[in-house]
């Protein structure tokens, strides 16, 4: 996973997904958490084919096509007009932020889990077994395949959500107002794991202004008369 900025400073993140060289499930998350923060994902999905003798055939993913066409499809059955790729994005991001938002403020309840569970997520996440050759012989892997970028975003919401991996435990966001991105914990050489704020600036700055507002608070307080 590479990360660039274009010339109006928006960060992307290039990725390149293949049968060869997958993006890991730490990928995805963390792809997802940089959507979440406003990043552009760059997703060249590499789809693999194998034949008969072990030879793969690319093929490149339909991306934002993708989106369209299936956008076009619910927009037909619900009998209203077609949203544009760049709209189901901001909704998307949208949505991402206060699912993630929820997962480090809120955790989930017997409610939540009666309306996530037993869903069929084919084919928007499509998991391809294979055996992959590894030093020590051969192992079975799975292969994610997305038809677009919000695919994938999808994909990094469940693994976020699922509670038998370890990544809902390491999400954080930074409590700076001004802030608000989210972030892995950053665990020191020593001490406790920083939780509340992305960097060691957006700490100290956080920390001046409740000084500010304790300060301020004590000068308005009344001032007690002599008994």
Known sequence: MERRKDKLKQKIIMLRNTAVEPLSEADIVGATLEFANGA?????????????????????????????????LFAAEMMESPRSVEQLRRE????????????VNRPMVAEDLDGITDQDLFPYINPRPYL???PSGITLAFYYSFVSDLSLVRLGEILFEDTE???????????????????????PSTGRPQRRYCSEKHMLEAHDNNAAKRMKKKRSAPVAKPK
Do not use: N, W
């Open 165 to 187: 991996r370890p990544f809902h435990k390491k999400l954080c966001q930074c409590q700076l107002p001004s802030c608000g991105i989210f972030f892995f914990e950053v665990k």
């Open 132 to 134: 992959r050759k590894v």
């Open 40 to 72: 552009m994902l760059d997703l060249r999905d590499l789809v693999a084919v194998f034949d008969y003798d072990s030879e793969v055939v690319l093929d490149p993913c339909t991306g934002d096509e993708a989106i369209e066409k299936a956008e076009a």
């Open 92 to 103: 998307a991001r949208t949505f991402t932020r206060d699912r993630l938002h929820e997962i």
